[in-house]
């Protein structure tokens, strides 16, 4: 009767486990949301701006002109599932978000991310979410892009802040391509963006509803 008792109880603490790690990985995304879609070629292999983008997850700050800092947070190490890190959006570190790597299909190339906690940021974070793609052109370049599905809190912002969240995502896509191509670090605070934005294309918007 022991030996059922505790086998019971290890299997629904099992159970539990796997419930548990499915929720926090999950956004019900049952509301309405908005989506932006931004893409930009890089002169560099897929493999490398993979790593860039999620192999290098804590890093984000080495390429957003956005993103002033950016750090592992909860024991992590390296951009696979479930890893988190923490983005500091200004200097003093008072506006920021903490995010999490939800899905990754290596081998299709693309990356779920989620903000599981934030300050200072009207998101609806039970229906918001982001795609990490990177598109292997066959000519040695490449096609990175970000596709942001968000929901604002309270919803009636949505549509001021799109324009925002949209020059947001192409700029980081610039900044990213500059790093790859000249490993030049571009972030917040240091000046890069604004000296070389103009030498490259802005990213190409693909979709926005």
Known sequence: MKIAIKSTMALMALMALVFTSSFVNAQSMSKKFKTIKVEIEINAPAERVWEAMV???????????????SDYINGSVKGVEGATR?????????????????????????????????QKF???????????????NGDGTSTAGYEFQYRTKPAFMGGFVKGQFKKQLGGTLVGLKHYIETGEIVRGGNGKYDEIKDKYPKATVIKTK
């Open 55 to 69: 192999e290098d997850y804590g890093e984000i700050s080495n390429f957003s002109p956005y993103i002033y800092t």
């Open 122 to 136: 009207p998101l609806n974070m039970d229906n918001s979410q982001a795609y990490y793609t990177v598109r292997d």
């Open 86 to 118: 923490k983005c500091s959006f200004n200097e003093k570190g008072s506006r920021w978000t903490h995010e999490r790597i939800a899905e990754i299909d290596k081998e299709n190339m693309t990356m779920r991310n989620i903000v599981i906690d934030a």
